[in-house]
């Protein structure tokens, strides 16, 4: 067993960043509740309120127009929008038409397997062969819809970075969306950070959602960004912590996290990651000849660190087996919790019906160096050589 391994999941979860643990190794924990009123409940509320102003600034996001919350992360995120929609619809009398990718994250897809009320629908947006939104079709889809019914509120999920392609669809192109009266965009922006150029631009839409355990900050918390002028009906009620957007107590040592680990990453150069990053994956194109195929390559616009391929003849729960014996931690496109292989949603979709249980990513960080890139082409070499 090859015991020098290289962790190549970012896109699961990435380390922490250096700011973070070394913030961690100082021993500081934030333990004051910070609504008590006393001294120690204070001083966690002003480091909350600093990393609150410093999210903000980084963003550009004021509070005069939209509102800061956190949360567990982007999965609350997604029930929470849905809910605080559908109660909208349900109060006012209106429909609500949810709008969704089958190829988005299980924490959307999951949301047209719920039942939030007789006045809620769903509508599966259409997805192009090369794994784009097909934004005319859809444009026109959900037209018809508001024509039919003139009072229909249209809470429409859109996804910035594919988790397990790192294809990029942009924020830009849903600017004709917006024409339709009473439609607002969620962003899932989970995978945005760091991987793309802009990824600070929280342009066009209306609400956005980050995961802070994807950017190097602590896992079970996340924040979203929400447009002020949204009516909002909270999943979590309680004490009326966060202005009652969430309540429960909140966590400052995550959000203090994550205005560090976005300290870090603003340094990030993400063009040295994408130039790396093409390095390796016409090594690997090399390697797979008549071997398999790298999916990612179709999308037009990428993030600086996914590459997701696919394997002729190995299921990706046996390749990642033999990935890891061999030192790469990569990770499989998609499988069920007891690790077997699935099929993948997305290599169904481009009707790669043969190896769509083959589907493989990898994902790396924003600092390798050369040795560590060097290491990777040597390790998969010697994989790729066992592969028939
Ligand atoms: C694109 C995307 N959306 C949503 C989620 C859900 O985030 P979390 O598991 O942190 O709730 C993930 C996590 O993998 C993701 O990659």
Known sequence: MDQERLYLDFNATSPLSQSVSGW???????????????????????????????????????????????????TEAMV?????????????????????SKLDHPAVTALSERYFGPQVKFLELHMTQDLEYDHDQNL????????????????????????????????????????????????????????????????????????????????????SFLNKSIPFSPLISGGAQQSGLR???????????????????????????ITQRENLESFIQEELTGKGEIISKRGRLRSSNTIYFYLNNLSSD???????????????????????????????HMGLTQVAKNGLRLSFGFDLSEAELSLIKQKFHSILAKVK
């Not at 609504?35 to 004021?62: D, M, P």
């Not at 619809?89 to 038409?97: C, P, S, V």
């Open 318 to 348: 046996i390749a990642l087996a033999l990935f890891d014996l061999n030192g790469l931690m990569i990770s499989a496109g998609s499988a069920c919790s007891s690790g077997a292989a699935k099929s993948s949603s997305l290599l169904l």
């Open 140 to 223: 026109k889809s959900i037209q018809d819809k508001k024509d039919n019914n003139p009072d229909l509120i249209i809470l429409y999920h859109h996804l910035w970075v594919h988790n397990e392609t790192g294809i990029v669809s942009a924020l830009e192109d849903l600017k004709n969306l917006k024409q339709i009266p009473d439609l607002y965009i969620h962003v899932d922006a989970v995978q945005a950070p760091g991987k793309i150029v802009n990824w600070k631009s929280l342009d066009v839409a209306d609400i956005f959602t980050f995961s802070a355990h994807k950017f190097g900050a602590l896992k079970g918390i996340g924040f």
């Open 80 to 100: 929470t929008f849905a809910y605080s929609f559908s109660e909208w619809a349900r109060l006012t009398g209106k429909d609500l038409l949810v709008c969704y």
């Open 24 to 74: 961690l190794k100082s021993g500081e924990v934030l333990f004051a509740n910070p609504s008590s009123q006393h001294s120690a409940g204070k001083s966690t509320r002003k480091i909350i309120n600093e990393s609150r102003t410093q999210i903000r600034e980084l963003f550009q996001k004021s509070e005069k127009d939209f509102q800061l919350f956190f949360h567990s992360g982007a």
């Open 247 to 273: 309540s429960g107590t909140e966590n400052p040592q995550g959000v203090k996290s994550i205005a560090l680990a976005f300290k870090d990453l603003e340094s990030i150069n993400v063009q040295k990651t």
